[in-house]
């Protein structure tokens, strides 16, 4: 199975500031690899995937990259409604397995 | 519009069965692969099970297999999860969602969620 570690688990931030998530990959995923964001009683949202295509409707302010098995998100000026839970995800593989999620928060 | 919604969670005596339903819309449900992710209370999210479009592939978490099954029924647009011998630990709330066209298994669309709450 592969581990996907996501760091830090909260990150405090100020509205127009940059935000970078990490997520890492305990082995290859190649770029087989999504972003969620979740907010509170909502259902998680795909907001990119195969590493840094924005799904539809994904602001431009968001964008990810890669390099090796280590995986960034970053939102480029924090937006009010940015505040959420965001989850990586490696569909490399089975199982599908998904990080542990990183809480940005004001 | 895409929609998924799902239906049939509730609550449940460890050891018992639960069969949830997810109604898709919107789209030509045949042509995508469909999946099963859970949340427990507080905690992050867990993938369960994915099928096939024509639901001769189908995969799940090692702490499900041989006890919850996944099926489709493509001329009804439903997606389902048989979940039998229950455990405490499978209290969650139970996602419906869209996997992709092509064998490439993020989700796109998600539906609300159906609780799942097993009482021991």
């Known amino acids: 199975e592969i581990v996907m570690t996501q760091s830090p688990v909260t990150l405090s931030v100020s509205p127009g500031e940059r935000a970078t998530l990490s997520c890492r990959a305990s082995?290859?995923?190649?770029?087989?690899l999504a972003w969620y964001q979740q907010k509170p009683g909502q259902a998680p949202r795909l907001l990119i995937y195969?590493?840094?295509t924005r799904a539809t409707g994904t602001p431009a302010r968001f964008s990810g990259s890669r390099s090796g098995t280590e995986f960034t998100l970053s939102i480029s000026s924090l937006q009010s409604e940015d505040f959420a839970v965001y989850f990586c995800q490696q569909y490399f593989n089975w199982p599908l397995t998904f990080g542990g999620g990183t809480k940005v928060e004001i | 519009e895409v929609q998924v919604v799902e239906s049939g969670g509730g609550l449940v005596q460890a050891g018992g069965s639960l069969r949830l339903s997810c109604e898709a819309s919107?789209?030509?449900?045949?042509?995508?692969?469909m999946g099963w992710v859970r949340q427990a209370p507080g905690k992050g999210l867990e993938w369960v099970a994915n099928i096939k479009q024509d639901g001769s592939e189908k995969y799940y978490v090692d702490s499900v297999k041989g006890r919850f099954t996944i099926s489709r029924d493509n001329a009804e647009n439903s997606l389902f999860l048989q979940m039998d011998s229950l455990r405490a630990e499978d209290t969650a709330v139970y996602y419906c969602?869209?996997?992709?066209?092509?064998?490439?298994?993020?989700?796109?669309?998600w539906g609300q969620g159906s609780l799942v709450t097993v009482t021991s």
């Open positions: 919107g789209f030509t449900f045949s042509s995508y692969w």
């Open positions: 195969a590493v840094s």
């Open positions: 082995q290859r995923v190649d770029s087989n």
């Open positions: 969602a869209r996997g992709s066209y092509w064998d490439v298994n993020y989700f796109d669309y």
